[in-house]
Protein backbone atom coordinates (compact mmCIF):
# COMPACT_ATOMS: atom_id res chain seq x y z
CA UNK A 1 0.00 0.00 0.00
CA UNK A 2 1.07 3.61 -0.62
CA UNK A 3 1.85 6.15 2.44
CA UNK A 4 2.86 9.06 0.02
CA UNK A 5 0.78 12.20 0.20
CA UNK A 6 0.52 12.90 -3.48
CA UNK A 7 -0.80 15.78 -4.73
CA UNK A 8 -1.32 17.11 -8.19
CA UNK A 9 2.09 19.17 -7.96
CA UNK A 10 3.82 16.01 -6.87
CA UNK A 11 2.26 14.12 -9.09
CA UNK A 12 3.45 16.64 -12.21
CA UNK A 13 6.80 16.84 -10.88
CA UNK A 14 7.42 13.05 -10.91
CA UNK A 15 5.89 12.45 -14.72
CA UNK A 16 7.93 15.22 -15.82
CA UNK A 17 11.12 13.76 -14.46
CA UNK A 18 10.21 10.16 -16.05
CA UNK A 19 11.15 9.01 -19.56
CA UNK A 20 8.28 7.27 -20.71
CA UNK A 21 10.17 5.78 -23.42
CA UNK A 22 12.59 4.27 -21.29
CA UNK A 23 10.33 2.79 -18.88
CA UNK A 24 8.21 1.18 -21.94
CA UNK A 25 10.99 -0.11 -23.71
CA UNK A 26 11.97 -2.81 -20.72
CA UNK A 27 8.33 -4.08 -22.09
CA UNK A 28 8.16 -3.90 -25.94
CA UNK A 29 11.23 -3.06 -28.21
CA UNK A 30 10.51 0.50 -29.76
CA UNK A 31 11.84 2.20 -32.67
CA UNK A 32 12.52 6.08 -33.90
CA UNK A 33 9.67 6.76 -36.32
CA UNK A 34 9.31 10.50 -36.72
CA UNK A 35 9.12 12.12 -33.78
CA UNK A 36 8.02 9.40 -31.87
CA UNK A 37 8.82 6.17 -31.13
CA UNK A 38 6.30 2.47 -32.77
CA UNK A 39 6.13 -0.78 -31.65
CA UNK A 40 4.76 -3.64 -30.84
CA UNK A 41 1.22 -3.53 -28.39
CA UNK A 42 1.97 -5.06 -25.20
CA UNK A 43 -1.75 -5.32 -24.85
CA UNK A 44 -2.85 -7.44 -27.96
CA UNK A 45 -1.29 -9.49 -30.69
CA UNK A 46 -0.71 -8.00 -33.58
CA UNK A 47 2.10 -8.29 -36.38
CA UNK A 48 2.59 -4.43 -37.72
CA UNK A 49 3.39 -1.99 -35.17
CA UNK A 50 0.28 0.29 -34.20
CA UNK A 51 1.98 1.55 -31.01
CA UNK A 52 3.22 4.90 -30.70
CA UNK A 53 4.95 6.57 -27.84
CA UNK A 54 6.17 10.45 -27.84
CA UNK A 55 8.89 11.15 -25.20
CA UNK A 56 8.18 14.34 -25.06
CA UNK A 57 4.29 14.70 -24.81
CA UNK A 58 4.86 11.93 -22.62
CA UNK A 59 2.04 9.79 -23.64
CA UNK A 60 1.24 6.57 -25.22
CA UNK A 61 -1.70 4.82 -27.44
CA UNK A 62 -2.17 2.07 -29.35
CA UNK A 63 -4.73 2.71 -32.30
CA UNK A 64 -4.92 -1.18 -32.64
CA UNK A 65 -7.00 -1.47 -29.67
CA UNK A 66 -7.20 1.82 -28.30
CA UNK A 67 -5.33 1.69 -25.19
CA UNK A 68 -3.06 4.94 -23.61
CA UNK A 69 -1.95 7.19 -21.15
CA UNK A 70 0.87 8.37 -19.22
CA UNK A 71 4.01 6.62 -17.69
CA UNK A 72 1.48 5.98 -14.64
CA UNK A 73 -0.68 3.92 -16.87
CA UNK A 74 1.44 1.97 -18.11
CA UNK A 75 2.81 0.57 -14.86
CA UNK A 76 -0.98 -0.17 -13.87
CA UNK A 77 -1.37 -2.11 -17.05
CA UNK A 78 2.25 -3.98 -16.84
CA UNK A 79 2.85 -4.74 -13.34
CA UNK A 80 -0.79 -4.16 -12.05
CA UNK A 81 0.19 -1.43 -9.62
CA UNK A 82 -1.92 0.75 -8.37
CA UNK A 83 -2.16 4.57 -9.32
CA UNK A 84 -0.24 5.92 -6.16
CA UNK A 85 2.31 2.85 -6.20
CA UNK A 86 2.80 3.49 -9.55
CA UNK A 87 4.06 7.12 -8.95
CA UNK A 88 6.15 5.79 -6.05
CA UNK A 89 7.65 3.45 -8.23
CA UNK A 90 8.66 6.37 -10.73
CA UNK A 91 9.40 8.42 -8.08
CA UNK A 92 12.09 5.87 -6.95
CA UNK A 93 13.68 5.45 -10.38
CA UNK A 94 14.03 8.73 -10.96
CA UNK A 95 15.69 10.04 -7.36
CA UNK A 96 12.74 11.98 -6.13
CA UNK A 97 11.74 11.19 -2.57
CA UNK A 98 8.07 11.66 -1.86
CA UNK A 99 6.58 13.44 1.15
CA UNK A 100 5.23 10.74 3.23
CA UNK A 101 1.41 10.56 4.91
CA UNK A 102 0.08 9.44 8.11
CA UNK A 103 -2.51 6.68 7.24
CA UNK A 104 -5.80 7.28 8.01
CA UNK A 105 -8.15 5.26 10.56
CA UNK A 106 -10.10 3.81 7.37
CA UNK A 107 -6.81 2.54 5.96
CA UNK A 108 -5.03 1.05 9.41
CA UNK A 109 -8.81 -0.72 9.31
CA UNK A 110 -8.84 -2.48 5.84
CA UNK A 111 -5.01 -3.46 6.50
CA UNK A 112 -6.16 -4.99 9.83
CA UNK A 113 -9.03 -6.67 7.73
CA UNK A 114 -6.45 -7.89 5.22
CA UNK A 115 -4.65 -9.30 7.94
CA UNK A 116 -7.09 -11.31 9.53
CA UNK A 117 -8.22 -13.11 6.33
CA UNK A 118 -4.74 -14.48 5.85
CA UNK A 119 -4.29 -16.03 8.68
CA UNK A 120 -8.12 -17.29 8.66
CA UNK A 121 -6.91 -18.72 5.03
CA UNK A 122 -3.77 -20.51 7.07
CA UNK A 123 -6.09 -21.89 9.57
CA UNK A 124 -8.77 -23.24 7.63
CA UNK A 125 -5.56 -25.47 5.42
CA UNK A 126 -4.49 -26.13 8.63
CA UNK A 127 -7.69 -27.30 9.43
CA UNK A 128 -7.61 -29.62 6.59
CA UNK A 129 -4.62 -31.41 6.91
CA UNK A 130 -5.58 -32.88 10.73
CA UNK A 131 -6.56 -36.51 9.99
CA UNK A 132 -9.78 -37.34 8.61
CA UNK A 133 -12.68 -35.19 8.24
CA UNK A 134 -15.24 -34.12 5.93
CA UNK A 135 -13.72 -31.69 3.53
CA UNK A 136 -10.77 -34.00 3.33
CA UNK A 137 -13.02 -37.15 2.30
CA UNK A 138 -15.09 -34.59 -0.52
CA UNK A 139 -11.60 -33.63 -1.97
CA UNK A 140 -11.47 -37.74 -2.16
CA UNK A 141 -14.27 -38.34 -3.80
CA UNK A 142 -13.79 -36.07 -6.47
CA UNK A 143 -10.37 -36.86 -7.13
CA UNK A 144 -8.83 -33.60 -6.42
CA UNK A 145 -5.16 -34.05 -6.14
CA UNK A 146 -3.13 -32.83 -3.14
CA UNK A 147 -0.77 -30.44 -5.70
CA UNK A 148 -4.27 -28.73 -6.15
CA UNK A 149 -5.12 -28.41 -2.73
CA UNK A 150 -2.03 -26.34 -1.53
CA UNK A 151 -2.26 -24.89 -4.93
CA UNK A 152 -5.73 -23.36 -4.26
CA UNK A 153 -5.18 -22.84 -0.79
CA UNK A 154 -8.16 -25.22 0.27
CA UNK A 155 -9.19 -25.50 3.58
CA UNK A 156 -11.71 -27.01 6.52
CA UNK A 157 -14.00 -24.66 8.97
CA UNK A 158 -14.22 -27.76 11.32
CA UNK A 159 -17.88 -28.48 12.18
CA UNK A 160 -17.87 -25.97 15.43
CA UNK A 161 -19.32 -22.51 16.88
CA UNK A 162 -15.84 -21.37 17.65
CA UNK A 163 -12.83 -22.51 15.55
CA UNK A 164 -11.87 -19.21 14.19
CA UNK A 165 -13.53 -17.61 17.06
CA UNK A 166 -10.21 -19.63 19.57
CA UNK A 167 -7.62 -19.36 16.68
CA UNK A 168 -7.80 -15.42 16.40
CA UNK A 169 -10.08 -13.28 18.63
CA UNK A 170 -7.38 -13.52 21.69
CA UNK A 171 -5.54 -11.49 18.82
CA UNK A 172 -7.51 -9.68 16.62
CA UNK A 173 -10.91 -9.43 18.76
CA UNK A 174 -14.19 -10.47 18.08
CA UNK A 175 -15.35 -7.58 16.56
CA UNK A 176 -12.62 -7.48 14.18
CA UNK A 177 -13.67 -11.28 13.15
CA UNK A 178 -17.21 -9.97 12.90
CA UNK A 179 -16.00 -7.32 10.46
CA UNK A 180 -13.97 -9.53 8.18
CA UNK A 181 -16.79 -11.76 7.62
CA UNK A 182 -15.44 -14.52 10.17
CA UNK A 183 -17.99 -14.62 12.71
CA UNK A 184 -21.36 -13.71 13.55
CA UNK A 185 -23.07 -12.04 16.57
CA UNK A 186 -25.66 -14.13 18.78
CA UNK A 187 -29.17 -13.40 18.54
CA UNK A 188 -29.84 -14.43 22.62
CA UNK A 189 -27.00 -13.17 24.90
CA UNK A 190 -23.45 -11.70 24.27
CA UNK A 191 -20.70 -13.78 22.11
CA UNK A 192 -19.88 -14.44 18.60
CA UNK A 193 -19.85 -18.17 16.64
CA UNK A 194 -18.22 -19.13 13.66
CA UNK A 195 -20.36 -18.02 10.39
CA UNK A 196 -18.40 -21.01 8.43
CA UNK A 197 -18.98 -24.53 9.93
CA UNK A 198 -19.05 -27.57 8.20
CA UNK A 199 -17.44 -26.48 4.95
CA UNK A 200 -14.94 -26.97 2.92
CA UNK A 201 -13.30 -23.22 2.69
CA UNK A 202 -11.96 -21.91 -0.95
CA UNK A 203 -10.47 -18.55 -0.87
CA UNK A 204 -11.08 -15.55 -2.56
CA UNK A 205 -8.64 -13.43 -3.71
CA UNK A 206 -8.70 -10.04 -5.36
CA UNK A 207 -7.19 -9.18 -8.65
CA UNK A 208 -3.43 -8.21 -6.75
CA UNK A 209 -3.57 -11.91 -5.08
CA UNK A 210 -4.69 -10.54 -1.35
CA UNK A 211 -7.38 -13.00 -0.11
CA UNK A 212 -10.46 -10.96 0.92
CA UNK A 213 -13.27 -13.57 1.81
CA UNK A 214 -13.81 -16.86 1.06
CA UNK A 215 -16.51 -19.64 -0.43
CA UNK A 216 -17.42 -21.92 2.12
CA UNK A 217 -19.28 -25.31 0.32
CA UNK A 218 -21.63 -27.05 2.55
CA UNK A 219 -20.45 -30.47 3.83
CA UNK A 220 -23.21 -32.63 4.83
CA UNK A 221 -26.38 -30.85 2.53
CA UNK A 222 -27.33 -27.68 4.65
CA UNK A 223 -28.10 -24.73 2.73
CA UNK A 224 -26.75 -22.59 0.99
CA UNK A 225 -24.59 -25.02 -0.91
CA UNK A 226 -22.21 -22.60 -1.30
CA UNK A 227 -21.63 -19.77 1.64
CA UNK A 228 -19.53 -16.60 0.80
CA UNK A 229 -18.34 -13.73 3.21
CA UNK A 230 -20.77 -10.99 3.42
CA UNK A 231 -19.87 -7.80 1.62
CA UNK A 232 -17.41 -6.17 3.91
CA UNK A 233 -14.78 -3.41 3.41
CA UNK A 234 -12.46 -5.54 1.21
CA UNK A 235 -15.05 -7.87 0.45
CA UNK A 236 -17.55 -6.60 -2.45
CA UNK A 237 -18.31 -9.88 -4.78
CA UNK A 238 -20.02 -8.13 -7.65
CA UNK A 239 -16.52 -6.33 -7.90
CA UNK A 240 -14.73 -9.55 -7.76
CA UNK A 241 -13.90 -12.54 -10.14
CA UNK A 242 -12.39 -15.70 -8.88
CA UNK A 243 -9.06 -16.78 -10.06
CA UNK A 244 -8.25 -13.35 -11.45
CA UNK A 245 -5.49 -12.67 -10.11
CA UNK A 246 -3.92 -15.88 -11.71
CA UNK A 247 -5.01 -15.28 -15.28
CA UNK A 248 -4.99 -11.58 -15.28
CA UNK A 249 -1.49 -11.54 -17.42
CA UNK A 250 -2.55 -14.30 -19.81
CA UNK A 251 -6.05 -12.74 -20.17
CA UNK A 252 -4.22 -9.36 -21.65
CA UNK A 253 -2.17 -11.49 -23.83
CA UNK A 254 -3.94 -13.80 -25.09
CA UNK A 255 -6.91 -11.35 -25.75
CA UNK A 256 -9.66 -13.48 -24.19
CA UNK A 257 -11.16 -14.90 -20.87
CA UNK A 258 -13.15 -17.69 -19.99
CA UNK A 259 -15.96 -17.40 -18.04
CA UNK A 260 -17.19 -19.88 -15.81
CA UNK A 261 -19.86 -20.56 -13.10
CA UNK A 262 -18.79 -22.03 -10.53
CA UNK A 263 -14.87 -22.29 -8.18
CA UNK A 264 -13.86 -25.80 -9.25
CA UNK A 265 -15.00 -25.45 -12.89
CA UNK A 266 -11.88 -22.29 -12.91
CA UNK A 267 -9.93 -24.51 -11.01
CA UNK A 268 -9.86 -27.75 -13.25
CA UNK A 269 -8.83 -25.66 -16.14
CA UNK A 270 -6.52 -23.30 -14.62
CA UNK A 271 -4.75 -26.50 -13.26
CA UNK A 272 -5.08 -28.20 -16.61
CA UNK A 273 -2.98 -25.59 -18.25
CA UNK A 274 -5.72 -23.66 -19.98
CA UNK A 275 -4.62 -19.67 -19.40
CA UNK A 276 -7.43 -17.47 -18.85
CA UNK A 277 -10.30 -18.57 -16.11
CA UNK A 278 -12.10 -17.07 -13.95
CA UNK A 279 -15.57 -17.76 -12.21
CA UNK A 280 -18.39 -15.52 -11.74
CA UNK A 281 -18.69 -17.02 -7.91
CA UNK A 282 -22.36 -19.08 -9.22
CA UNK A 283 -24.06 -15.76 -8.95
CA UNK A 284 -25.63 -13.60 -11.73
CA UNK A 285 -22.55 -11.52 -13.65
CA UNK A 286 -22.75 -7.87 -12.36
CA UNK A 287 -21.70 -5.03 -14.54
CA UNK A 288 -19.23 -4.63 -12.30
CA UNK A 289 -17.27 -7.73 -13.04
CA UNK A 290 -17.90 -6.79 -16.83
CA UNK A 291 -16.10 -3.64 -16.35
CA UNK A 292 -13.26 -5.64 -14.65
CA UNK A 293 -12.76 -8.46 -17.31
CA UNK A 294 -12.54 -5.62 -20.12
CA UNK A 295 -9.72 -3.97 -18.23
CA UNK A 296 -7.68 -7.15 -19.26
CA UNK A 297 -9.59 -8.31 -22.41
CA UNK A 298 -11.64 -7.50 -25.39
CA UNK A 299 -13.31 -11.21 -25.86
CA UNK A 300 -14.98 -13.23 -23.11
CA UNK A 301 -15.81 -17.07 -24.18
CA UNK A 302 -19.05 -18.10 -21.43
CA UNK A 303 -18.72 -21.36 -20.38
CA UNK A 304 -21.14 -22.34 -18.00
CA UNK A 305 -22.86 -25.69 -17.30
CA UNK A 306 -24.06 -27.39 -20.38
CA UNK A 307 -28.22 -27.70 -18.93
CA UNK A 308 -30.89 -25.39 -19.40
CA UNK A 309 -29.94 -23.81 -16.52
CA UNK A 310 -26.65 -23.11 -18.01
CA UNK A 311 -27.72 -22.10 -21.13
CA UNK A 312 -30.12 -19.41 -19.79
CA UNK A 313 -27.54 -18.22 -17.26
CA UNK A 314 -25.07 -17.58 -20.83
CA UNK A 315 -27.50 -15.52 -22.63
CA UNK A 316 -28.09 -13.58 -19.35
CA UNK A 317 -24.68 -13.00 -18.00
CA UNK A 318 -24.26 -11.95 -22.81
CA UNK A 319 -26.06 -8.68 -22.71
CA UNK A 320 -23.71 -7.24 -20.07
CA UNK A 321 -20.50 -8.40 -21.48
CA UNK A 322 -21.76 -6.40 -24.52
CA UNK A 323 -22.81 -3.42 -22.84
CA UNK A 324 -19.52 -2.70 -21.46
CA UNK A 325 -17.79 -3.39 -25.00
CA UNK A 326 -16.85 -6.65 -24.99
CA UNK A 327 -17.22 -9.46 -27.78
CA UNK A 328 -19.10 -12.57 -26.65
CA UNK A 329 -18.60 -16.20 -27.43
CA UNK A 330 -20.58 -19.01 -25.87
CA UNK A 331 -19.03 -22.64 -25.57
CA UNK A 332 -20.93 -25.21 -26.01
CA UNK A 333 -19.76 -28.11 -23.87
CA UNK A 334 -21.51 -30.93 -26.44
CA UNK A 335 -23.47 -32.70 -23.47
CA UNK A 336 -21.34 -32.56 -20.33
CA UNK A 337 -22.16 -31.38 -17.54
CA UNK A 338 -20.26 -28.75 -16.80
CA UNK A 339 -16.49 -27.59 -17.92
CA UNK A 340 -14.96 -29.38 -15.08
CA UNK A 341 -16.68 -32.85 -16.34
CA UNK A 342 -14.93 -32.13 -19.33
CA UNK A 343 -11.47 -31.80 -18.19
CA UNK A 344 -11.87 -34.38 -15.88
CA UNK A 345 -13.00 -37.03 -18.17
CA UNK A 346 -11.53 -36.04 -21.98
CA UNK A 347 -8.69 -33.92 -20.94
CA UNK A 348 -7.21 -30.71 -21.63
CA UNK A 349 -7.39 -31.30 -25.52
CA UNK A 350 -10.49 -31.82 -25.47
CA UNK A 351 -12.00 -28.54 -23.71
CA UNK A 352 -9.44 -26.87 -26.03
CA UNK A 353 -10.85 -28.29 -29.21
CA UNK A 354 -14.56 -27.00 -27.93
CA UNK A 355 -13.09 -23.83 -26.84
CA UNK A 356 -11.71 -23.55 -30.22
CA UNK A 357 -15.69 -24.01 -31.77
CA UNK A 358 -16.96 -21.66 -29.42
CA UNK A 359 -19.62 -19.79 -30.68
CA UNK A 360 -20.59 -16.26 -31.34
CA UNK A 361 -23.27 -14.78 -28.94
CA UNK A 362 -25.94 -14.34 -31.51
CA UNK A 363 -25.69 -18.00 -33.24
CA UNK A 364 -25.42 -19.20 -29.90
CA UNK A 365 -28.92 -17.77 -29.20
CA UNK A 366 -29.97 -18.67 -32.76
CA UNK A 367 -29.62 -22.09 -31.48
CA UNK A 368 -31.44 -21.87 -28.56
CA UNK A 369 -34.01 -20.04 -29.79
CA UNK A 370 -34.51 -20.70 -33.30
CA UNK A 371 -33.69 -24.06 -34.19
CA UNK A 372 -37.36 -25.33 -34.10
CA UNK A 373 -38.44 -22.53 -36.50
CA UNK A 374 -40.14 -24.41 -39.09
CA UNK A 375 -42.98 -25.24 -36.12
CA UNK A 376 -43.38 -21.64 -34.21
CA UNK A 377 -46.56 -19.89 -34.78
CA UNK A 378 -46.18 -15.83 -35.38
CA UNK A 379 -47.14 -15.30 -31.83
CA UNK A 380 -44.07 -17.56 -30.82
CA UNK A 381 -41.79 -16.35 -33.41
CA UNK A 382 -43.03 -13.03 -31.66
CA UNK A 383 -41.73 -13.77 -28.17
CA UNK A 384 -38.84 -15.34 -29.43
CA UNK A 385 -37.41 -12.29 -31.38
CA UNK A 386 -38.18 -10.68 -28.46
CA UNK A 387 -35.78 -12.42 -26.43
CA UNK A 388 -32.77 -10.99 -28.36
CA UNK A 389 -33.59 -7.39 -27.62
CA UNK A 390 -31.39 -7.47 -24.84
CA UNK A 391 -28.54 -8.67 -26.52
CA UNK A 392 -29.25 -6.27 -29.60
CA UNK A 393 -29.46 -3.26 -27.83
CA UNK A 394 -26.47 -4.00 -25.17
CA UNK A 395 -24.00 -3.96 -28.71
CA UNK A 396 -22.79 -0.73 -29.31
CA UNK A 397 -21.06 -0.93 -32.72
CA UNK A 398 -24.03 -0.41 -35.30
CA UNK A 399 -22.50 -2.33 -38.28
CA UNK A 400 -22.36 -5.50 -35.56
CA UNK A 401 -25.89 -4.46 -33.95
CA UNK A 402 -27.42 -4.11 -37.71
CA UNK A 403 -25.57 -8.04 -38.95
CA UNK A 404 -26.99 -9.53 -36.20
CA UNK A 405 -30.06 -8.41 -36.63
CA UNK A 406 -30.44 -9.62 -40.32
CA UNK A 407 -29.21 -12.62 -38.84
CA UNK A 408 -31.95 -13.11 -36.14
CA UNK A 409 -34.49 -12.35 -39.08
CA UNK A 410 -33.06 -14.48 -41.51
CA UNK A 411 -33.14 -17.34 -39.20
CA UNK A 412 -36.63 -16.48 -38.52
CA UNK A 413 -37.68 -15.71 -41.51
CA UNK A 414 -38.71 -12.33 -41.77
CA UNK A 415 -37.83 -8.83 -43.12
CA UNK A 416 -34.97 -7.10 -41.43
CA UNK A 417 -37.23 -4.03 -40.50
CA UNK A 418 -39.83 -6.42 -38.66
CA UNK A 419 -36.84 -7.21 -36.28
CA UNK A 420 -35.08 -4.08 -35.94
CA UNK A 421 -38.17 -2.03 -35.03
CA UNK A 422 -38.44 -4.06 -31.47
CA UNK A 423 -34.69 -3.26 -31.06
CA UNK A 424 -34.04 0.71 -32.64
CA UNK A 425 -35.80 2.64 -29.85
CA UNK A 426 -33.92 0.25 -26.73
CA UNK A 427 -30.31 0.46 -28.96
CA UNK A 428 -30.84 3.77 -29.49
CA UNK A 429 -31.00 5.44 -25.85
CA UNK A 430 -28.82 2.56 -24.46
CA UNK A 431 -25.85 4.30 -22.33
CA UNK A 432 -22.66 5.02 -23.29
CA UNK A 433 -20.61 2.16 -23.42
CA UNK A 434 -16.99 1.71 -22.23
CA UNK A 435 -15.12 2.15 -25.56
CA UNK A 436 -17.41 4.70 -26.86
CA UNK A 437 -15.96 7.80 -25.36
CA UNK A 438 -18.87 9.82 -27.59
CA UNK A 439 -21.61 10.00 -28.82
CA UNK A 440 -23.20 9.57 -32.64
CA UNK A 441 -20.40 12.94 -32.96
CA UNK A 442 -17.54 11.21 -32.23
CA UNK A 443 -15.93 10.91 -35.63
CA UNK A 444 -16.53 14.55 -35.93
CA UNK A 445 -15.29 15.74 -32.47
CA UNK A 446 -12.52 13.97 -32.91
CA UNK A 447 -11.75 15.30 -35.98
CA UNK A 448 -11.70 19.21 -34.65
CA UNK A 449 -9.86 18.37 -31.49
CA UNK A 450 -7.26 17.12 -33.64
CA UNK A 451 -6.95 19.98 -36.02
CA UNK A 452 -7.15 22.22 -33.65
CA UNK A 453 -4.51 20.54 -31.66
CA UNK A 454 -2.10 20.62 -34.56
CA UNK A 455 -3.37 23.84 -34.99
CA UNK A 456 -4.75 23.64 -38.73
CA UNK A 457 -8.06 25.61 -37.71
CA UNK A 458 -8.43 29.12 -38.93
CA UNK A 459 -8.72 31.92 -36.24
CA UNK A 460 -12.60 31.48 -37.78
CA UNK A 461 -13.40 28.18 -37.26
CA UNK A 462 -11.73 28.42 -33.44
CA UNK A 463 -14.13 31.30 -32.85
CA UNK A 464 -17.09 29.10 -33.51
CA UNK A 465 -16.25 26.51 -30.96
CA UNK A 466 -18.07 25.92 -27.43
CA UNK A 467 -17.66 23.67 -25.21
CA UNK A 468 -21.44 22.56 -25.09
CA UNK A 469 -20.43 21.64 -28.83
CA UNK A 470 -18.23 18.67 -27.00
CA UNK A 471 -19.53 15.66 -25.35
CA UNK A 472 -17.31 13.84 -22.54
CA UNK A 473 -14.91 12.84 -22.17
CA UNK A 474 -13.51 16.06 -25.26
CA UNK A 475 -15.68 18.81 -23.58
CA UNK A 476 -13.02 18.39 -20.42
CA UNK A 477 -10.05 18.18 -22.59
CA UNK A 478 -11.35 21.02 -24.30
CA UNK A 479 -12.19 23.33 -21.64
CA UNK A 480 -8.91 22.49 -19.94
CA UNK A 481 -6.92 23.19 -23.62
CA UNK A 482 -8.83 26.08 -24.49
CA UNK A 483 -6.89 29.15 -23.65
CA UNK A 484 -3.99 28.03 -25.47
CA UNK A 485 -6.20 26.69 -28.74
CA UNK A 486 -7.21 30.05 -29.11
CA UNK A 487 -4.17 31.69 -28.35
CA UNK A 488 -2.10 29.46 -30.79
CA UNK A 489 0.24 28.85 -27.53
CA UNK A 490 2.37 25.57 -27.55
CA UNK A 491 0.31 22.60 -25.45
CA UNK A 492 1.97 21.20 -22.84
CA UNK A 493 0.28 17.92 -22.20
CA UNK A 494 2.21 16.53 -19.19
CA UNK A 495 0.49 19.47 -17.70
CA UNK A 496 -2.62 18.51 -19.04
CA UNK A 497 -2.55 15.14 -18.02
CA UNK A 498 -2.14 16.35 -14.57
CA UNK A 499 -5.80 18.14 -14.68
CA UNK A 500 -7.25 14.90 -16.01
CA UNK A 501 -9.48 12.71 -13.14
CA UNK A 502 -10.64 10.16 -15.16
CA UNK A 503 -9.29 6.97 -17.50
CA UNK A 504 -11.53 8.02 -20.42
CA UNK A 505 -9.91 11.62 -20.38
CA UNK A 506 -5.95 10.31 -20.63
CA UNK A 507 -6.98 7.71 -23.25
CA UNK A 508 -8.35 10.14 -25.32
CA UNK A 509 -5.75 12.95 -24.66
CA UNK A 510 -3.23 10.20 -26.01
CA UNK A 511 -5.14 9.14 -28.74
CA UNK A 512 -5.56 12.75 -30.27
CA UNK A 513 -2.10 14.07 -29.42
CA UNK A 514 -0.46 11.70 -31.11
CA UNK A 515 -2.55 11.28 -33.78
CA UNK A 516 -0.98 11.86 -37.78
CA UNK A 517 -0.98 15.01 -39.33
CA UNK A 518 -4.37 15.99 -40.69
CA UNK A 519 -4.12 16.26 -44.09
CA UNK A 520 -5.25 18.86 -46.55
CA UNK A 521 -8.79 17.02 -48.03
CA UNK A 522 -9.63 16.65 -44.09
CA UNK A 523 -9.18 20.14 -44.04
CA UNK A 524 -11.05 21.64 -46.45
CA UNK A 525 -13.99 19.55 -44.93
CA UNK A 526 -13.56 20.59 -41.88
CA UNK A 527 -16.86 22.56 -42.02
CA UNK A 528 -18.70 19.28 -42.46
CA UNK A 529 -17.56 18.17 -39.09
CA UNK A 530 -18.62 21.27 -37.15
CA UNK A 531 -21.52 21.80 -38.39
CA UNK A 532 -23.48 18.57 -36.90
CA UNK A 533 -21.56 19.39 -33.74
CA UNK A 534 -23.39 22.55 -34.08
CA UNK A 535 -26.75 21.27 -34.71
CA UNK A 536 -26.54 18.34 -32.26
CA UNK A 537 -26.07 21.12 -29.29
CA UNK A 538 -28.51 22.76 -30.44
CA UNK A 539 -31.30 20.06 -30.30
CA UNK A 540 -29.69 19.00 -27.40
CA UNK A 541 -30.33 23.08 -25.88
CA UNK A 542 -33.59 22.26 -27.38
CA UNK A 543 -34.46 19.73 -25.21
CA UNK A 544 -33.41 21.32 -21.89
CA UNK A 545 -35.45 24.14 -22.61
CA UNK A 546 -38.42 21.94 -23.12
CA UNK A 547 -37.69 20.75 -19.65
CA UNK A 548 -36.78 24.00 -18.22
CA UNK A 549 -40.59 25.03 -19.62
CA UNK A 550 -42.02 22.61 -17.81
CA UNK A 551 -40.99 23.02 -14.58
CA UNK A 552 -41.18 26.93 -14.77
CA UNK A 553 -44.66 26.52 -15.52
CA UNK A 554 -45.27 24.21 -12.69
CA UNK A 555 -43.69 26.77 -10.17
CA UNK A 556 -45.77 29.37 -11.72
CA UNK A 557 -42.77 31.45 -12.73
CA UNK A 558 -44.16 33.59 -15.48
CA UNK A 559 -40.71 35.81 -16.15
CA UNK A 560 -38.42 32.62 -16.68
CA UNK A 561 -41.57 31.05 -19.04
CA UNK A 562 -41.53 34.24 -20.97
CA UNK A 563 -37.29 34.17 -21.38
CA UNK A 564 -37.33 30.37 -21.79
CA UNK A 565 -39.88 30.79 -24.56
CA UNK A 566 -37.83 33.57 -26.52
CA UNK A 567 -35.05 31.52 -25.79
CA UNK A 568 -36.68 28.44 -27.49
CA UNK A 569 -37.85 30.38 -30.35
CA UNK A 570 -33.92 31.67 -31.18
CA UNK A 571 -32.43 27.91 -30.91
CA UNK A 572 -35.65 26.62 -33.46
CA UNK A 573 -34.32 29.35 -35.50
CA UNK A 574 -30.81 28.44 -35.44
CA UNK A 575 -31.36 24.78 -36.09
CA UNK A 576 -33.47 25.41 -38.85
CA UNK A 577 -30.61 27.67 -40.76
CA UNK A 578 -28.39 25.14 -39.69
CA UNK A 579 -29.74 22.20 -41.58
Given at each position: MAFSDLNDSVIAQVRQAADIVDFIAQVTPLKLAGKSYKGLCPFHREKTPSFTVDRGKGLFYCFGCGTGGDVFKFLTLTERFTFPEAVEHVASRVGIELPKKKRTPKE???????????????????????????????????????????????????????????????????????????????????????????????????????????????????????????????????????????SKDAMRRMDRAILVEGYFDAIAIDHAGVPGVVASMGTSLTTGQASLLRRFTSHVVIAYDGDNAGRNATLRAAPVLLAAGLNVSALDLQGEKDPDSVVQKQGADRFLELLGNATDIFEFGLGEWAGDVAKLTGREKSERVEQFVPLLSAVSDPVVRNDAAQRIADAFRLEFQTVWSRVRSKASTAPDRQRQPFGPSASAEKTILIAAIQGKLTAAQLARLREEYFEEPGKTLFSIMKGDLMSGSPIDFQQVATHLRGEAELNLLSELSLSEDIDDQTLQRIDENLRPMERAYLERRNLEIQREIVEAERQGDSERTGQLYAEKMAVSRMLNEAK
Open positions: SDKDDLLEVLDEASEAFHQALGWGDNPARRYLLERKVEEEIVKKYGFGYAPDSWDYILTRLARKHGEKKLEMAGLAMPRKTGNGYYDRFRNRLMIPIHNESGTVVGFGGRSLDGSDPKYLNSPESEVFNKSRLLYNLHR
